[in-house]
Nanobody, 118 residues
Framework: QVQLQESGGGLVQPGGSLRLSCAASGIIASSNFMGWYRQAPGKQRELVAAISDGGTTDYADSVKGRFFISRDNFKNIVFLQMSTLQPEDTAVYYC????????????WGQGTQVTVSS
């Protein structure tokens, strides 16, 4: 059974930083595509960052230079380091994993809330 468990969300002031973690079980993060998505109230879920099985990364334009996705292959955890956070980054952040050749065979975590507010 595949499980993706996010953690690390919380309340942070504008300009602050957070690191999100996605602990994977039943799936090998380094053998799949792993991504972080977010959904703000009233908006569609959007891709924030992704990392391929080969380590190639991709980012939404809105977070380039501020967010960094990485992977601990030994611990089977995917991280999202977020810096210079802004109120518009407020959302529920979700972890997703999928095989490179079948995006429909994906798995999602339950999400973790990130709130950026003074």
């Amino acid at each position: 059974q595949v499980q993706l468990q996010e953690s690390g969300g919380g309340l942070v002031q504008p300009g602050g930083s957070l690191r999100l973690s996605c602990a994977a079980s039943g799936i090998i993060a380094s053998s799949n595509f792993m991504g972080w998505y977010r959904q703000a109230p009233g908006k569609q879920r959007e891709l924030v960052a992704a990392i391929s099985d080969g380590g190639t990364t991709d980012y939404a334009d809105s977070v380039k230079g501020r967010f960094f996705i990485s992977r601990d292959n030994f611990k089977n955890i995917v991280f999202l380091q977020m810096s210079t956070l802004q109120p518009e980054d407020t959302a529920v952040y979700y972890c997703r994993g999928w095989p490179w050749n079948n995006p429909n065979a994906d798995h999602w975590g339950q999400g973790t809330q990130v709130t950026v507010s003074s």
